[in-house]
């Protein structure tokens, strides 16, 4: 990726003080419905002589391959993440806060509503499992529904290296963006080489960490300022890119099997993707103008981290209802099964909408005073991230969604343990 003479570009997308950018607020709004959609529909619930399993009805579908390139939006997530995280430190360190006071207020944000999921899900699963539901059963949802927290752990260790990245990229963004870039290349290698997929488990960071950068550029307007036919080419060249690794090179097509370890691939997508949507920009601003939409997208951008939270539990609660009431239960990927399917979304909708109205004031709830100590801020990071790795370790259980929980709660109380500093929202 190629800079300008000068980095500075000018008029920033997203200047110290300056309003929130509407069409990233209906990308962010969009790529969370793809997840929900998504996970709704990879749902395979089957009943048989050995009870009911539940499977991912999409995997090893070779029709899905192509598909995954598109509804694979993980990296635009992250660089949304990146605009979003700059531009309110920007706003934080003008108005005299430290990165501490950054750190603490990303983490209560994540933390506090992920806590009340942890706990709800304890205790479900431990009312579950007193009512006699199977092991087997409790372990195979436990296992599908801990799936999409590595977001969360992962969301909140790029956002707590903000303050840090960012100075580095107003100092070297180049050099900052290319390190981090070679880090992710060079972990793939090691992992390829020595056959070892575990080792690629280190681009948790370096994958995701170049994307969020990715978002630092397009929040000083890098993107903005090139011209239609630049933003083509670099979307056609990481796109041939992408299409070589995956065809002539040692890297799997399905933009989902590349997310389990992160590769390389991620960050080409997220260029592509960043290209392609700074050329529709100024349509989807004239498109987010519209009243209703822009509405819309206002309640989801309020409640999207709790609506994450609790899209799959609301699946959940939707197929136990179901189950009890002994609706039928086609076979996944059968013609009755794609045609309940959208019936199928609309029921989970109906229960997520109050699930989330409900969660969502932990969400947006006011941030007590805490202090500036970057020890107390950091530790809370690392804790809060060990709850996340807790239950994708085990998959939620009884045990493990309490132990998260706890953890969760510590690291919110070293936030608040001395008083005086002023809150940053």
Not at 26 to 54: D, F, K, N, W, Y
Not at 86 to 101: F, L, V, Y
Not at 193 to 219: D, E, K
């Amino acid at each position: 990726m190629a800079a300008t003479r000068t980095f500075s570009a000018p008029a920033p997308t997203a200047a110290p003080g300056a309003s929130r950018d509407r069409v990233l607020d209906l990308v962010r709004a969009g790529c969370l419905v793809v997840v929900v959609v998504l996970h709704a529909t990879m749902a395979g619930i089957e009943i048989g002589p050995s009870g009911i399993q539940i499977t991912n009805a999409l995997e090893n579908q070779p029709w899905f391959t192509p598909v995954s390139w598109i509804v694979q939006v993980m990296p635009l997530f992250f660089v949304v993440g990146g605009f979003a995280g700059i531009t309110q430190w920007r706003r934080m360190r003008s108005a005299g806060a430290a990165p501490a006071d950054f750190i603490r207020v990303r983490l209560t944000r994540l933390a506090r509503p992920a806590l009340v999921a942890f706990a709800v899900i304890a205790g479900a699963l431990a009312v579950a499992s007193a009512a006699g539901v199977s092991p087997d059963l409790l372990a195979q949802l436990g296992f599908r529904l801990s799936q999409p927290m590595w977001f969360i752990g992962v969301y909140l260790g790029t956002s707590a290296l903000v303050p840090l990245l960012s100075r580095l990229h107003e100092r070297a963004p180049r050099a900052t963006l290319a390190l981090l870039v070679s880090a992710a290349i060079g972990v793939d290698l090691l992992s390829i080489t020595t056959g070892s997929p575990a080792i690629g488990f280190a681009n948790l960071a370096f994958v995701w960490l170049a994307v969020q950068q990715i978002g630092f550029w397009y929040a000083d307007g890098w993107f903005r300022f090139r011209s239609h036919g630049q933003l083509l080419g670099m979307a056609l060249g990481a796109f041939a890119l992408l299409l070589t690794s995956t065809t002539a090179g040692p890297y799997p097509a399905d933009m989902l099997a590349n997310l389990n370890p992160p590769t390389i691939n991620l960050v080409l997508l997220g260029v592509v993707q960043v290209c392609l949507l700074s050329l529709v920009s100024a349509r989807l601003a004239v498109l987010v103008s519209r009243p209703r939409l822009r509405a819309a997208v206002d309640v989801i951008g309020k409640h999207s981290l709790t609506a994450y939270l609790w899209h799959m539990p609301a699946l959940a609660l939707l197929a136990a209802g179901l189950l009890a009431l002994g609706s039928p239960w086609p076979e996944p990927l059968g013609t009755s099964w794609w045609l309940t399917r959208p019936l199928w979304l609309v029921g989970i909708a109906l229960v997520l909408v109050p699930l989330t109205t409900w969660a969502g004031r932990f969400e947006r709830g006011p941030i007590s005073p805490g202090p500036r100590t970057p020890g107390r801020a950091s530790a809370g990071v690392v804790i809060a991230i060990a709850a996340v790795v807790a239950v994708l370790a085990a998959g939620f259980t009884t045990v493990s969604a309490t132990c998260g929980a706890l953890l969760l709660l510590v690291a919110l109380r070293l936030q608040r343990s001395a008083p005086l500093q002023p809150v940053f929202s």
